[in-house]
T-cell receptor
Framework: GAGVSQSPSNKVTEKGKDVELRCDPISGHTALYWYRQSLGQGLEFLIYFQGNSAPDKSGLPSDRFSAERTGGSVSTLTIQRTQQEDSAVYLC????????????FGPGTRLLVL | DAKTTQPTSMDCAEGRAANLPCNHSTISGNEYVYWYRQIHSQGPQYIIHGLKNNETNEMASLIITEDRKSSTLILPHATLRDTAVYYCIVRARDYKLSFGAGTTVTVRA
């Protein structure tokens, strides 16, 4: 597609449920990032995929969070046993890789945990 | 990573140029200055980036001082749709982005 797409746009779930968030990066982009943005907060890095390398998971806040990227394209961020503090906008960005510097963001998934 | 300092907010009249300052006094020689903006309820949008030279694209111009310790983003003819939070970022070596509070720009008719 022309840009990064994410689904769903909005997700409301109950505390304790699992959720899956999807990201479709720009075609051909080898680097993919997940961030989250809480109300009134800045951007928080979660995880980074680059090609076939092992992902950089250094930003994941707990072991309830995991992500995978299948076939070097689509990525899924999974949050298990959701908590109210997980409520945030989850943003995905992709970058061409190598020396290409710019990350392009998707519209985000707004997650609300009740 | 170099930190950036931006004013909290600024107003601009529609049709006038908006000049957004950013200080990044600890920037290192190979770090780029990036600007993104975020319109309410949307994902961040890339605007422009630069290393040493001034840059211009269809959205904006970026003026970087000779010592690279500060820069200015210029929106040449602000419109109401330019109302957003503008983030000045120095790119980390590992490409992870980190946004601060940014500058909330309000364009008024």
């Amino acid at each position: 597609g022309a840009g990064v797409s994410q689904s769903p746009s909005n997700k409301v779930t109950e505390k304790g449920k699992d959720v899956e968030l999807r990201c479709d990066p720009i075609s051909g982009h080898t680097a993919l990032y997940w961030y989250r943005q809480s109300l009134g907060q800045g951007l928080e890095f979660l995880i980074y995929f680059q090609g076939n390398s092992a992902p950089d998971k250094s930003g994941l806040p707990s072991d309830r969070f995991s992500a995978e990227r299948t076939g070097g394209s689509v990525s899924t961020l999974t949050i298990q046993r959701t908590q109210q503090e997980d409520s945030a906008v989850y943003l995905c960005a992709s970058r061409g890789g190598g020396s290409q510097e710019t990350q392009y963001f998707g519209p985000g998934t707004r997650l609300l945990v009740l | 990573d170099a930190k950036t300092t931006q004013p909290t907010s600024m107003d601009c009249a529609e049709g006038r140029a908006a000049n957004l300052p950013c200080n990044h006094s600890t920037i290192s020689g190979n770090e780029y200055v990036y600007w993104y903006r975020q319109i309410h309820s949307q994902g961040p949008q890339y605007i422009i980036h630069g290393l040493k030279n001034n840059e211009t694209n269809e959205m904006a111009s970026l003026i970087i001082t000779e010592d690279r310790k500060s820069s200015t983003l210029i929106l040449p003819h602000a419109t109401l749709r330019d109302t957003a939070v503008y983030y000045c970022i120095v790119r980390a070596r590992d490409y992870k982005l980190s946004f601060g509070a940014g500058t909330t720009v309000t364009v008024r008719a």
